[in-house]
Every structure is written in C-alpha cells, then in structure tokens.
Antibody, heavy 119, light 107 residues
Framework: EVQLVESGGGLVKPGGSLRLSCAASGFTFSSYSMNWVRQAPGKGLEWVSSISSSSSYIYYADSVKGRFTISRDNAKNSLYLQMNSLRAEDTAVYYC????????????WGQGTLVTVSS | VIWMTQSPSLLSASTGDRVTISCRMSQGISSYLAWYQQKPGKAPELLIYAASTLQSGVPSRFSGSGSGTDFTLTISCLQSEDFATYYCQQYYSFPWTFGQGTKVEIK
C-alpha cells in the first residue's frame, strides 16, 4: 500500500524558515517523481514544486522560486521542502504527492501538514 | 501560463442525478488533463488522467471526456459519497495548474 506521511509543519513568524519532510513507503520511491502541492485555508490547490526520480529535474512555482528548495533522499525514501523567507501567503496545508515518471500529475497524496506563517 | 476556467463553482444536486463539470483551457493541451476529488479535511484523490482514463479503483459512474481546450467530468448517478469538491489539473505545460474547483453539494 502506498503511504506518504508529511511532517514538519507548524507556526512560524514571517521571514522564518521551516523544513517539511515526507516519508514514503509501499512503492519503489526512486522510480517516481515527487511533488509538493499546497492549499491555503478555504482555497483551491496550488502546485508548489516537483523533483524527478533522480533529482535531475527540479521545478518551482514562481510564487516560491528562490525561497523554497525541494530535495529527496532515495536511500531514505524521503522527500523534503526547505522553506525560507516565509510570508503570510505561504500559510497552507502542504501535501506531498507522488507522480508517474515523466508527467506532473499526482496519483497518491499524503494527509498534509499545516504551515502557519503569522506573527 | 495556461489559464483554466472550471464551472460551475457550486453545483447542487440530488442522489441519483447525472452531473457534469466543465474545465476550459486558455490554449490547447491535447489530453493532458486530470480530475481530482477532495472531501472536507482530506487529501485530494486522483479520479481520471489523460482526460478519460479512470484511475484504478475509481467507480465506473465517473467518466471524463474532451481534448484540446474543453473537458468534462461526468458522474452518471450521483451517490452520497460523491458530494465533494472536484478539481481539474493540466499537465501539458509548466507551470502545472489546477482549476478553481467545483463543490458538489446536496440539493
């Protein structure tokens, strides 16, 4: 069974940093691209960042480029999102999502972790 | 950027109804479209990809159609568990974008 479990969310002040993690199990992690998608409270879904299976290709939404860094550790079956210079508009539930190789869609999702940016 | 217009934003329906949700693109995306279902407090789930291919385990009352710029999600016979919010997503070009969502509520 595919499982994705996010952690690392919490309350942080504007300008602060946070590192999200996603622990994957139930599939060959190193064969899939991985993604972060977020959802602000009461709002729709927003793609944030994607990383290919071998980390060769990395993409960011303009809204987070230069502030967020996606990475993965295939030996640990883990995905990460380092978030710096956080803003109030980054407040959202952050989902880790698996993607089939070669396309950016999301076939399995974690339960999400809430990030709140507030003073 | 490909702009997506999803309609309606709110749909009131009864159990047993046939419902359709539309997703229109600002430019052609071939069949690179997915549909997701999200229930309150839960993560989204993939229903359909490649515009019309049902994800494994998804009931056959769900169907998708369209190509190019106009796409439709149809639920042939609405069940109680189908009351949720539905999103389309294009994966044709960067940045990958979602529609605004359609909430299907009980009439």
């Amino acid at each position: 069974e595919v499982q994705l479990v996010e952690s690392g969310g919490g309350l942080v002040k504007p300008g602060g940093s946070l590192r999200l993690s996603c622990a994957a199990s139930g599939f060959t992690f190193s064969s899939y691209s991985m993604n972060w998608v977020r959802q602000a409270p009461g709002k729709g879904l927003e793609w944030v960042s994607s990383i290919s299976s071998s980390s060769s290709y990395i993409y960011y939404a303009d809204s987070v480029k230069g502030r967020f860094t996606i990475s993965r550790d295939n030996a640990k079956n883990s995905l990460y999102l380092q978030m710096n210079s956080l803003r109030a508009e980054d407040t959202a539930v952050y989902y880790c999502a698996r993607g089939p190789s070669g396309v950016i869609l999301f076939d399995y999702w974690g339960q999400g972790t809430l990030v709140t940016v507030s003073s | 950027v490909i702009w997506m217009t999803q309609s309606p934003s709110l749909l009131s329906a009864s159990t047993g109804d046939r419902v359709t949700i539309s997703c229109r693109m600002s430019q052609g995306i071939s069949s690179y479209l997915a549909w997701y279902q999200q229930k309150p407090g839960k993560a989204p789930e993939l229903l359909i990809y490649a515009a019309s291919t049902l994800q494994s385990g998804v009931p056959s009352r769900f169907s998708g159609s369209g190509s190019g710029t106009d796409f439709t999600l149809t639920i042939s016979c609405l069940q109680s568990e189908d009351f949720a919010t539905y999103y389309c997503q294009q994966y044709y070009s960067f940045p990958w974008t979602f529609g605004q969502g359609t909430k299907v509520e009980i009439k």
